[in-house]
DNA sequence: CGAACGATTAGCT
DNA sequence: GCTAATCGTTCGA
């Protein structure tokens, strides 16, 4: 795992992230963080932002059923379902009034890595949680989860001590405001959903 | 009220 | 590279 992630609960200086920011800002924030689900999961190497001010974001059309949670308190997780078919995690963050979220794209996974693999039905490592629907699948997130606080049980995040490297790119998946560089990466990664360029 | 379409993935060519 | 799987939401008639 990088050395700029502190993994020690007794670390000397654990820096919480602040979600009352641009979801740029947080997505950023967020690369190197440790994200742990009742105990499972690794470094996030991958995020992308969405705000509600723009088409690709699911909270252009204004609130739903579905993203009321986008629209509620900053700091809580989005849990939306994709495809019909797949669970993806975003915190949500508040800026200037916006419902804006960041999608949690990829994990290095460092923690649990045997219950992730029963979950994932035995992936190799580099695909355990390459992408938000395998992401949830292996730490176990489903709609229970959605609207639920990130800084209590059974989440906990733990942000890297020192900034690390970070690589940009566009998001992935998206027709509308594609040409938006929200797409954020730890530099270096193998664990990346897809390669920045 | 029916049709189209996703912030995706796995499996096959 | 192509496509099926699968369902809530959105959009047009």
Request: net charge positive.
């Amino acid at each position: 795992m990088p050395s700029s992630v502190n993994h020690s609960r007794f670390g000397v200086r654990l820096r919480s992230v602040n979600f009352m920011e641009s979801s740029p800002v947080v997505a950023q924030r967020l690369i190197g963080a440790l994200l742990l689900v009742n105990g499972v999961g690794g470094v996030i190497v991958e995020t992308e932002a969405y705000d509600e001010l723009e088409p690709a974001s699911h909270g252009f059309s204004g609130q739903t059923p579905r993203n009321a949670v986008l629209f509620g308190p900053p700091g809580r997780a989005y849990v939306p379902l994709s495809y019909g078919l797949h669970w993806s995690l975003n915190i949500v963050c508040r800026e200037a009034g916006h419902a804006a979220g960041v999608l949690i794209r990829a994990l290095e996974p460092t923690v649990g890595i045997p219950r992730m693999r029963r979950r994932r039905r035995h992936t190799e490592l580099s695909m355990l949680c390459a992408g938000p629907g395998r992401l949830a699948q292996a730490l176990g997130i489903t709609g229970a989860l959605n609207g639920r606080r990130v800084d209590a049980a059974p989440f906990r995040i733990v942000s890297a001590a020192e900034p690390p490297k970070i690589v940009r790119g566009v998001r992935i998946g998206i027709s509308k405001a594609k040409e938006r560089r929200w797409r954020f990466g730890l530099s270096g990664s193998a664990f990346h959903s897809q390669p920045f360029r």
